[in-house]
């Protein structure tokens, strides 16, 4: 009963501790390298690297699979994938290392049939570059990939394309 009443309050403090962050002096993104899931854009095992994305406005989710708050909010950015593609956005979820494996990532985008980029780094320090303070965190990249904007907490579709707008 103690597990249960302390992974409950784990869970309500992850849905209801949203926080939003504008970077007053953005920095840097740190360069990644993730090991992308099989969906119906991208093969199993290739790699997408910051710098694959020269250029353009990026959105990274940081997330893994058995997190209950990014469980909810994954369907949510599926739905708003098209329209920040249309806006010349670059979508990509980032399952964190520690937490479950890559087949669980890809068991579950499978699971709920994800097209957008969606892969797995192994780079521990990614977190830590990042200041990840709770999961889901999205971090909000401008054209020059810099951190402008941070989310720590739940995003639905709507509040997700709002802040891509910005």
Same mark, same amino acid.
């Given at each position: 009963?103690?597990?249960?009443?302390?992974?409950?309050? $784990?869970? $309500? @403090?992850? $849905?209801?501790?949203?926080?939003?962050?504008?970077?007053?002096?953005?920095?840097?993104?740190?360069?990644?390298?993730? #090991?992308?899931?099989? !969906?119906? !854009?991208?093969? @199993?095992?290739?790699?997408? #690297?910051?710098?694959?994305?020269?250029?353009?406005?990026?959105?990274? !989710?940081?997330?893994?699979? @058995?997190?209950? %708050?990014?469980?909810?909010?994954? %369907? &949510?950015? *599926?739905?708003?994938?098209?329209?920040? #593609? *249309?806006?010349?956005?670059?979508? /990509?979820? /980032?399952?964190?290392?520690? +937490? &479950?494996? +890559?087949? &669980?990532?890809?068991? +579950?985008?499978? *699971?709920?049939?994800?097209?957008?980029?969606?892969?797995?780094?192994?780079?521990?320090?990614?977190?830590?570059?990042? *200041?990840?303070?709770?999961? %889901?965190?999205? /971090?909000?990249?401008?054209?020059?990939?810099?951190?402008?904007?941070?989310?720590?907490?739940?995003?639905?579709?709507? #509040?997700?394309?709002?802040?891509?707008?910005?």
């Amino acid at each position: 009963m103690k597990l249960f009443i302390t992974s409950f309050a $784990v869970f $309500v @403090s992850f $849905v209801h501790c949203s926080q939003w962050i504008e970077q007053t002096s953005p920095d840097s993104a740190y360069p990644f390298d993730i #090991k992308l899931f099989e !969906n119906v !854009n991208h093969r @199993s095992g290739d790699i997408a #690297k910051l710098s694959d994305y020269e250029g353009q406005k990026m959105i990274l !989710n940081f997330w893994y699979p @058995s997190c209950p %708050p990014c469980r909810l909010e994954i %369907p &949510d950015f *599926e739905s708003a994938s098209e329209y920040l #593609k *249309e806006a010349n956005t670059i979508l /990509i979820g /980032i399952q964190v290392p520690g +937490f &479950d494996t +890559f087949e &669980d990532g890809q068991q +579950f985008v499978n *699971e709920l049939n994800l097209t957008y980029t969606l892969g797995m780094t192994y780079d521990t320090e990614l977190v830590v570059k990042y *200041e990840i303070q709770g999961f %889901p965190t999205t /971090i909000f990249l401008n054209q020059d990939h810099q951190v402008v904007q941070k989310w720590t907490g739940m995003l639905d579709s709507e #509040k997700l394309l709002e802040l891509a707008s910005k």
